[in-house]
């Protein structure tokens, strides 16, 4: 069996596009990373990649989820004029990014374009004096109309263009950073557990469709019905004008859930793991929601016990989004611990405090 | 050698071309900071031409022969500058993270998500954007600032102080099309650089690649001082803004009248810009020779902009000078686009009109 630096595993999953719902690319790959590392790979009815692991302990075995998102935000063309494309997005895109950007069409040929902001006096008076809006942006291919009526179609995926850069020792920036930052934690977690003997079942999980509706996390609970599911994704980083209150500095360690998503007692869990191991972490307060997977997960069937686990992230949802290689390790290594460690009783401690005893 | 008459009396757009348009676009040479392109050009033209030097400023001036022996003396300028910015504040050192300013007239709207390069190392960097999730609707409707954005290393560049910038877009071929940074004004480059393999039985040929055109046609200015040519004639990149209307309102126009040039059509022959009206003799005559050779041209659109041409025109007693532009698409921008058959007929159309330029022109009538 193959190992893969952390490097080499976040090049080869930054590579696919995997918008969301157009997630075959980035779900082979998955899926040729994961085969030699659990006891099965199987792709469920969504589009979700789900590895299986047996646990050592005895049967029926409590299951543990980890979750990583698969897909990835993007565009899709919404019109053609005159050889021109029109955009609408995938997921959430800030359109001030849009301009000048490079991106590949994905239609009955990958061509690459860039995305125009046409002068003002071609514009519509509502749409000149500030940004330009989405539905007023053009991509152009460089090819003649007729051949890109030939390869073009409206409905065809656009991602941004693939760019995999390391800015100095620790930090990486790329396109789908998220959630791509997250599957490489949750893929060295599956390769260090071939070494280790978890009692527990592992089902990983690379869930489809977080950008838009949560819709592969939820089916795979549902089809999985773990007993604890721990969702990793990427939360805000500090950088430009951010607000301090709501970003965690880069390369400074992971960050852990608290919240009505968040079952309490998993997070005293997670909190003291981290301690005891030294990896750096801070409280993320998510007093509503999480924006991630868990926020439907925790509701699927009977409901499941969950945490949150993030990894910061820089000038997300653009072209250049950053993480730190330190910060996924952490990662890594944190649920690594968790799943090799859980004891097979964990679930009795999973108590509230009102709970009467038994 | 490359002075084959018989090799070379068709001046076309070959795969070597391309190689070259790619190495010139790829180079890094940002108004004030042109070496780059400068060192190229020399590699290049060396074995074509009897002197080069380069000047107080940085220009490239070139002398095709020794002697002016023949009647006219005619100046090509293409400037080697590129847009850009520079790196005026270290914020954050830890992190790697500057402030910077514009060289140039870059649209502001097209800094935000994209890759850039710095300095001599070339270090590379991003200009990032909040997260979506962290703006409010009311902060995306207006345009990002410059003010807000910074250029981040990711703590790990050496990039510094005063270095000079751009973006990384690398060049492409697609198609009939070529896509790059600084497409302006680099093919205006490569047309004068295959200019110079050429002989012309009239005419003393003087070539300058000029700097910091895009703040303010300086170089040319003193290029053409110096270089005390009869007749100039001004190779760049100018915009096509041929792209659909949007605007439906009868009150408007139903069409896009306002395309400056559109790509396919050829050579852009300019009558007037803000800078310059372009010598009705030379217009004359450029346009005699594309419909002679069947050569695609157009007339960019008169209007704002300029070229060279505004500085040099105005040299000493006057120069009489016209400007010939290859459309571009999106230029200024971190992604340029030209056609290589408007690159082709700009190239083929300045060869014959120089081929072809009577001794006399300047006599005759306006």
Excluded at chain 2, 195 to 224: D, H, I
Excluded at chain 2, 261 to 283: C, E, M, Q
Aim: hydrophobic content about 40%; overall charge negative.
């Amino acid at each position: 069996m193959n190992t893969y630096s952390l490097s080499i595993l976040l090049r080869r999953l930054t590579a696919p596009p995997g918008l969301s719902g157009y997630e075959d690319s980035i779900a082979q790959e998955v899926e040729a990373l994961w085969k030699p590392l659990v006891d099965q790979v199987s792709r469920n009815r969504l589009g979700s990649v789900i590895g299986f692991r047996s646990g050592r302990g005895a049967a029926p075995r409590p299951r543990l989820m980890l979750v990583a998102h698969q897909d990835s935000i993007g565009l899709m063309v919404s019109g053609i004029q005159e050889g021109f494309l029109r955009l609408t997005e995938i997921g959430g895109v800030d359109h001030r990014i849009l301009p000048g950007q490079l991106v590949q069409i994905h239609g009955k040929r990958t061509l690459s374009a860039v995305v125009v902001q046409p002068p003002p006096f071609l514009l519509p008076p509502e749409a000149q004096g500030g940004s330009v809006p989405l539905p007023y942006l053009w991509a152009d291919t460089g090819l003649e109309e007729s051949e890109v009526r030939r390869w073009v179609r409206v409905g065809d995926p656009v991602s941004f263009a693939r760019n995999y850069l390391e800015l100095g020792s620790d930090l990486v920036c790329s396109p789908s950073l998220d959630n791509r930052a997250s599957l490489c934690a949750l893929t060295l977690c599956l390769q260090e557990l071939c070494s280790r003997q978890p009692v527990w079942d592992v089902w990983a999980v690379s869930s489809t469709q977080e950008e838009e509706t949560l819709g592969g996390a939820v089916t795979s609970g549902f089809q999985i019905r773990p007993d604890i599911a721990v969702v990793i994704d990427v939360t805000h980083a500090s950088g430009p004008s951010t607000p301090s209150h709501k970003t965690y500095p880069l390369g400074r360690g992971v960050t852990l859930g608290w919240g009505p998503t968040v079952h309490p007692k998993l997070y005293e869990t997670f909190k003291d793991l981290a301690e005891k191991l030294e990896i750096p972490y801070k409280m993320e307060p998510m007093p509503r929601y999480s924006g991630t997977d868990a926020d439907r997960l925790q509701t699927v069937a009977e409901g499941i016990p969950t945490m949150v686990i993030s990894i910061p992230l820089r000038y997300m949802h653009t072209p250049v989004e950053i993480v730190s290689k330190k910060d996924i390790q952490r990662a890594a290594r944190l649920i690594t611990e968790f799943a090799a460690t859980i004891e097979i009783g964990f679930m009795d401690k999973l108590r509230w405090e009102e709970t009467p005893k038994t | 050698m490359g002075r084959n008459a018989e090799n070379l009396n068709q001046p076309t757009i070959s795969a070597e071309h391309l190689r070259l348009l790619e190495k010139l676009c790829n180079a890094v040479a940002v108004s004030g900071n042109e070496g780059e392109v400068r060192h190229l050009v020399m590699e290049q033209i060396k074995p074509y031409v009897h002197t080069m030097q380069i000047d107080a400023l940085g220009n490239l001036l070139v002398y095709q022969r020794e002697e002016r022996s023949k009647p006219l003396t005619v100046m090509i300028a293409a400037h080697m500058d590129e847009v850009g910015f520079m790196l005026t504040s270290e914020e954050d050192k830890e992190e790697g993270i500057f402030r910077f300013e514009l060289v140039g007239g870059i649209d502001p709207h097209h800094l935000a998500g994209k890759t850039v390069q710095a300095g001599k190392g070339r270090h590379k960097g991003v200009i990032g954007c909040k997260a979506i999730h962290l703006t409010t609707p009311e902060e995306r409707r207006s345009s990002l600032s410059i003010e807000g954005l910074r250029v981040d290393f990711g703590g790990g560049g050496r990039a510094k102080v005063g270095d000079w910038g751009t973006f990384t877009t690398p060049f492409q071929k697609i198609g009939g099309s070529v896509r790059a940074k600084a497409l302006d004004n680099r093919l205006g480059v490569a047309i004068a650089m295959e200019l110079l393999k050429y002989e012309y039985p009239e005419l003393n040929l003087v070539v300058a690649f000029t700097v910091q055109e895009e703040v303010g046609l300086r170089g040319a200015k003193v290029a053409a001082y110096a270089l005390n040519p009869d007749i100039a004639v001004v190779l760049d990149c100018t915009p096509a803004y041929d792209l659909p209307l949007q605007v439906e309102d009868s009150f408007y126009p139903l069409e896009n009248e306002r395309y400056n040039t559109r790509l396919g059509r050829g050579a852009a022959i300019y009558l007037s810009d803000r800078a310059t009206i372009s010598d009705p003799r030379l217009v004359a005559h450029f346009v005699r020779t594309a419909e002679e050779h069947q050569i695609p041209y157009q007339f960019r659109q008169a209007g704002g902009g300029s070229t060279d041409a505004g500085t040099i025109h105005l040299q000493r007693a006057g120069i009489p000078t016209l400007s010939i532009s290859v459309p571009g698409r999106y230029l200024h921008t971190s992604a340029s686009l030209a056609r290589i058959s408007d690159w082709e007929s700009t190239l083929r159309l300045v060869y014959f009109a120089l081929q072809t330029l009577p001794v006399d022109i300047l006599q005759s009538d306006r």
